[in-house]
């Protein structure tokens, strides 16, 4: 799946996602492969060059992270890192940040509240029945160091316009708690197919220096 990157009313890149259609295994274990990519347009790549890179194993069974690596490039700061995920009597990451050669272990108890890290949360709200949606999700997201807690919230069904078709759709509140760059009370949005398939077909955040947004292009399917 592609999408244009918006930061306000400006183009300034594309992103991609992509699930590999082979199963990998991992101690034996299935996962599924996902994969983001974020490259600015020419003209922005011009002010400010950005190529972000992210990958996880996900657990088949569960959909929880068992590895997921990061390669962040924004001008001239490089940030790598990658991420190893267990989940015994508590749940732990044990990450390497390659470009300070740092080692960083992080732990955290189980709660009802599903942990995931970005992608396979990407994957988890997928699996959800998110049209017949009626309460809020709750979600607990392992980001750059941070655990972020934050919910989706029902709010209206509609139609989204792509390739002259009018799609029918489900739309949640995205509500996170108040940060260095969100204020309280700034939220996003989250529009998805109202199918079997719940394609996210927008997605946007809105920061204290504008909103940031991606807008579905184009689905492929690997043959």
């Given at each position: 799946?592609?999408?244009?990157?918006?930061?306000?009313?400006?183009?300034?890149?594309?992103?991609?996602?992509?699930?590999?259609?082979?199963?990998?295994?991992?101690?034996?274990?299935?996962?599924?492969?996902?994969?983001?990519?974020?490259?600015?347009?020419?003209?922005?790549?011009?002010?400010?060059?950005?190529?972000?890179?992210?990958?996880?194993?996900?657990?088949?069974?569960?959909?929880?992270?068992?590895?997921?690596?990061?390669?962040?490039?924004?001008?001239?700061?490089?940030?790598?890192?990658?991420?190893?995920?267990?989940?015994?009597?508590?749940?732990?990451?044990?990450?390497?940040?390659?470009?300070?050669?740092?080692?960083?272990?992080?732990?955290?108890?189980?709660?009802?509240?599903?942990?995931?890290?970005?992608?396979?949360?990407?994957?988890?709200?997928?699996?959800?029945?998110?049209?017949?949606?009626?309460?809020?999700?709750?979600?607990?997201?392992?980001?750059?160091?941070?655990?972020?807690?934050?919910?989706?919230?029902?709010?209206?069904?509609?139609?989204?316009?792509?390739?002259?078709?009018?799609?029918?759709?489900?739309?949640?509140?995205?509500?996170?708690?108040?940060?260095?760059?969100?204020?309280?009370?700034?939220?996003?949005?989250?529009?998805?197919?109202?199918?079997?398939?719940?394609?996210?077909?927008?997605?946007?955040?809105?920061?204290?220096?504008?909103?940031?947004?991606?807008?579905?292009?184009e689905i492929q399917y690997d043959q």
């Amino acid at each position: 799946m592609t999408y244009s990157v918006f930061f306000g009313w400006f183009d300034i890149g594309e992103a991609e996602v992509w699930i590999d259609p082979e199963i990998h295994f991992e101690q034996g274990i299935p996962h599924f492969m996902v994969r983001l990519n974020i490259t600015s347009s020419p003209w922005f790549r011009f002010l400010k060059p950005m190529d972000m890179c992210f990958e996880s194993l996900i657990n088949v069974n569960d959909l929880r992270p068992t590895n997921s690596f990061r390669d962040i490039k924004q001008g001239r700061k490089v940030d790598i890192r990658y991420d190893k995920f267990s989940y015994r009597d508590s749940i732990s990451v044990e990450a390497y940040i390659e470009d300070i050669d740092k080692h960083r272990s992080h732990k955290f108890a189980f709660s009802e509240i599903p942990f995931r890290d970005a992608l396979s949360t990407y994957l988890y709200l997928r699996s959800r029945d998110l049209a017949n949606a009626t309460d809020r999700i709750e979600v607990r997201t392992f980001f750059s160091n941070e655990l972020y807690e934050f919910y989706i919230e029902p709010e209206d069904k509609g139609r989204f316009n792509m390739d002259g078709d009018r799609i029918p759709t489900a739309e949640f509140k995205l509500i996170f708690p108040p940060s260095d760059l969100m204020a309280k009370g700034k939220a996003g949005s989250v529009i998805v197919s109202a199918d079997e398939r719940q394609i996210p077909l927008k997605f946007k955040v809105n920061l204290n220096v504008g909103s940031f947004a991606l807008v579905l292009d184009e689905i492929q399917y690997d043959q």
